[in-house]
């Protein structure tokens, strides 16, 4: 189950990416027992899923990333604890209010990766623990060029550990929201 646990928190996941990770290490298993657990993890409430925005409906269905319901759950499998369990508690978060209209965003054409996207209020959100001279390209990089191409998006949040600012690039204003503010928003 660790492996499992990984391999879903890793990314976007598709069953052949599962099946061929878990089979290295547990030769026995079937592609169909894969697709089973995680039914049935989703099932028993421990796991929800959202997916691309941007794919097509065949992608959107077999490239889902997931989270777990519960941060407890996470907490006795991942190594990097802190930076999962603080997307995970977003993606919580996100869920509760919004379930199925949840979703990610990922483009291999423009090169835009985004955490969360909400279409209904227009929010496009990154995690990150800390927004550091590394992560801060990455994190605003990709805002911006979401906000670039995609007019729908009206608000740009990165959640953060603890960190509070506002960031303005070019005509756009980003959000740090600390993680405890993000959690008490309605």
């Known amino acids: 189950s660790f492996i499992l646990t990984q391999t879903i928190l890793q990314s976007q996941v598709s069953y052949a990416t599962l099946y061929k990770n878990i089979k290295n290490v547990i030769s026995t298993v079937s592609r169909n ?4 657990y995680i039914d049935y993890a989703k099932d028993a409430y421990l796991l929800f899923s959202t997916k691309n925005y941007f794919a097509k409906f065949s992608e959107r269905e077999s490239s889902p990333k997931y989270y777990f319901t519960d941060n407890g759950i996470l907490n ?16 919580i978060k996100l869920h509760n209010k919004y379930q199925e209209n949840l ?9 835009i990766d985004i955490d969360f996207y909400v279409p ?18 990455r994190e605003v990089g990709n805002l911006i060029k979401l906000a670039d191409n995609f007019d729908e998006v009206e608000n740009l949040i990165i959640v953060t550990h603890g960190e509070e600012a506002e960031i303005q690039q070019e005509d756009k204003i980003i959000q740090l929201m600390p993680l405890y503010k993000f959690l008490l928003m309605r």
């Open 103 to 111: 979703f990610y965003l990922k483009s291999q054409k423009t090169g």
């Open 120 to 137: 209904a209020s227009k929010i496009a959100i990154q995690v990150a623990w800390e927004v550091n001279d590394t992560s801060k390209e």
């Open 33 to 36: 027992s894969i697709i089973d």
């Open 76 to 91: 006795l499998f991942y190594l990097d604890k802190l930076p999962a369990l603080l997307e995970n508690l977003v993606a």
